[in-house]
């Protein structure tokens, strides 16, 4: 079973406006929320996570919003540019575990 | 430059071939995996390592297998390629196993296709 649920599957947004990418968990243990970036052709990179004790992080026009009592956690990209149009994975896990459990990854297409 | 490095780029198979997908990485990381990505499904683990002579299995091992002799070395074989493994595959590496800090490294991937 997907240990974490991702949606939409695909976002089309205008150059300028703001992107918003949403992730659910039920494994209350999972205390690090990554999110990965990649471009066509390439791996995924690290973007951006964040841990519990937060309920926001922000670095430059990506922030991560998170909802603890909720189990969500979501990622606004500001100021959306062509150049952001890429596909987005988040991840959740804990510390001690083996390896990161990743959604199903958005596509996000910025129009001009 | 340091990184992962995953060869081939592409390759096509017959179904019931084997095949070794190469992964090596210079940067000293104790963490390896390897991934599929499929469209819809994300990435999803095959294999994972936490040091030489160390493997597991993740969440879709069947047809593949792993060995880590090195720290820098950790290669996917097929054992008989069938249609349902075509795939890009990926191969990370990290400090630690959840890539807290600087996260996974990612290679640039392995298009496989079984005809």
């Known amino acids: 079973q997907q240990q974490v649920k991702q949606s939409p599957q695909s976002l089309i947004v205008q150059k300028g406006g703001i992107s918003i990418i949403n992730c659910a968990y039920e494994?209350?243990?999972?205390?690090?929320f990554p999110w990965y970036q990649q471009f066509p052709g390439k791996g995924p990179a690290l973007l951006i996570a964040?841990?519990?004790?937060?309920s926001e992080k922000k670095e430059g026009r990506f922030t991560i919003s998170f909802n603890k009592s909720a189990k969500q956690f979501s990622l606004h990209i500001m100021d959306s540019q062509p150049g952001d149009s890429a596909t987005y994975f988040c991840?959740?896990?804990?510390?001690?575990?083996?390896?990161?459990?990743f959604g199903t990854g958005t596509r996000l297409t910025v129009i001009p | 430059n340091a990184g992962v490095t995953q060869t081939p780029k592409f390759q096509v198979l017959k179904t019931g071939q084997s095949m070794t997908l190469q992964c090596a990485q210079d940067m000293n990381h104790e963490y390896m995996s390897w991934y599929r990505q499929d469209p819809g499904m994300g990435l999803r683990l095959i294999h994972y390592?936490?040091?030489?002579?160390?493997?597991d299995q993740g969440e879709v091992p069947n047809g593949y297998n792993v060995s880590r002799s090195t720290t820098e070395d950790f290669p996917l074989r097929l054992l008989s390629a069938a249609p349902s493994q075509t795939s890009v595959y990926f191969c990370a590496s990290s400090y630690s196993s959840i890539g807290l800090l600087y996260g996974y490294t990612f290679g640039s991937g392995t298009r496989l296709t079984v005809v």
């Open positions: 494994n209350t243990a999972f205390d690090y």
């Open positions: 991840a959740a896990s804990n510390r001690g575990a083996n390896n990161l459990f």
């Open positions: 390592s936490v040091g030489a002579g160390i493997t």
């Open positions: 964040i841990r519990p004790d937060v």
